[in-house]
């Protein structure tokens, strides 16, 4: 795949996830698409995984902690060819596998998270596992600016670097804002590179939305020997449609017909212009 | 004490439960490198010191981090590893709850939840340290076998088990050294309970260490009025032997149930919640810790506070036998 082809199918997932919460009447628009360019790279240049062997022992791991935003996670799932598109119109319908947070019943999904402050112990879990067993797979984490504040993250990046876990990367979805407000109003959690850097982590900052950028990052660490590397991926929540960018009803909000419409004109000038 | 005077003791004494704990875990970890036992600054209370110093590549040490135990624990299950992660149980199963809930159970990781120096064993240090709730709150959990050993046969035998199940396992452990109760009776399976002393009048149905004073008040019912009184280990209260409960409802006889822990949402109560819906008649009585601010003191003082204690049990057998 070409790098062009690359930008064509974030346009693509864009259209995809947004088409799925307008059926589903439901979603995390925001977020998803603020953090759909990091999983098309994560799929399409980076992750060792394989649809068809998706339990083998040697895999890379990708959990997204921040599970709330799984329309983003399942059109690129299914883009990459876990499941079938189709699939995915029974979002949140009764009985289906495709809920609205991430569920192993779906193929290509690693743990059931929704939870917040959960994927990175146990990706810390995962990776000491591989250290354990001399294995050199990878594991990723995504994790929601939003949920910062968990304890839980804390005492996980305190054993990360104190197991000098250089095979687990955390992504940060840094799109600034959460369900109240912006993060700063909510709960600063400024400084965030020191802090981390202090916590014994080696820490890059990207454009989340550049897609070489995000690859040269997550294909050329670990940043430090004998380090976690953490990315703060800037990004724009709503990102890629005008009206949404960084409007904070759009962080679970549903698009009306004329907004859906406009939307996806939008994508499709983006798309042309690639 | 003259019940005890009354009552021949017999058993052979052996361990705590949380040594053979440690044991057992060392005796698997030998031959099976997969083993790893996750800890939180408690592997001294948790006797794996030892452990940690022959196995120090199956060991992994989060610090006082009990919801970074639970998590990590369930990322290292979820690699293959046969993960036990070692707490007191009044913070494992109250501080890491909502990692078991979703972590271990929801995402059906088969940790081994091991829950050291449980109910009051820590009976003077108060509250905090007391896990008197970890019976209803894990209950209310899918996907998870519950287990509360009552001797040290019972103990090695579900660390043995847990390590070869592939589902997610709490197992119960207290501090303070238990007897043999049935050298007679040596099956165990998880779900199955143990009938450590058989009898017919009266069914005592009790889990970890108050099996034993169970046990007592049995043998002083027989010595003082010829009663005879079974005595069951209901080790597993999830899944409940309801085979068992079913024989019970069939006989009604009086059933009592003892437990170290609060009488709301425990073994009691899974076992009355069964029976009643079965339409059972037994005359039924609920011992534990009552819902109240619990009194402090030595785990044996506690007991015999709230009656956990063979004259306690053995005063509300006569009571319900009238």
Redesign the interface.
Known sequence: MTDSELKIKSVLLRKNLLKYIYKAKAGHTGGSLSCVDTLNVLYNRVLNVDPADFKN?NRDRYIQSKGHCVEALFVTLADRGFFPESDLETLCQYQSHYIGHPT?KVNGV??????L??G???????????K??GKTHRVFTLLGDGEMPE??NW??F??AA??KLDNLYAILDNNKQQITGSNQEVMNTDSLREKLEAFGWAVREVDGHDLQALESALNNGPFEAGKPSFIIAHTIKGKGISYMESVLKWHHGVPSPEQYELAMTELDTAEAQI | MELDKLVEMDLRMGKANQEIFAETLEKLAAEDRDI?AVTSDSRGSGKLVPFGQKFP?QI?E??I?E??L????????????K?FAVSPACFLTARAL??IK??VA????PVKLVGISAGVSYGALGTTHHSLHDFAALRAINNLIIVVPADNFEAEQAVRLASQSDKPVYLRFGKKAMPFLSEENQKFEFGKARVVREGDDLTIIANGETVYPAWKAAKALDEKHGISAKVVSMHTIKPLDTQLLDVLAAKGQPIITVEEHMVNGGLGEACASYLFQKGASNRFHIMGIPDEYTVTGSQVEIFGHYGISPEGILAQAEKLLK
């Not at chain 2, 929801?106 to 990781?109: K, L, Q, T």
Request: proline share 3%; aromatic share 4%; net charge negative.
């Open positions: 022992p192993k690693e743990q059931n998270t929704g939870a402050g959960h990175l112990p146990i990706c810390v879990g995962e990776a000491i596992a591989a354990l067993d304890g839980s005492e996980a305190l054993s104190h197991y | 790893v590549q992994v989060v610090g981090a919801q970074n639970v998590g990590v624990a369930a990322g290292l299950a979820s690699a293959g590893k993960a909502e990692q979703n972590d929801y995402s059906d990781n």
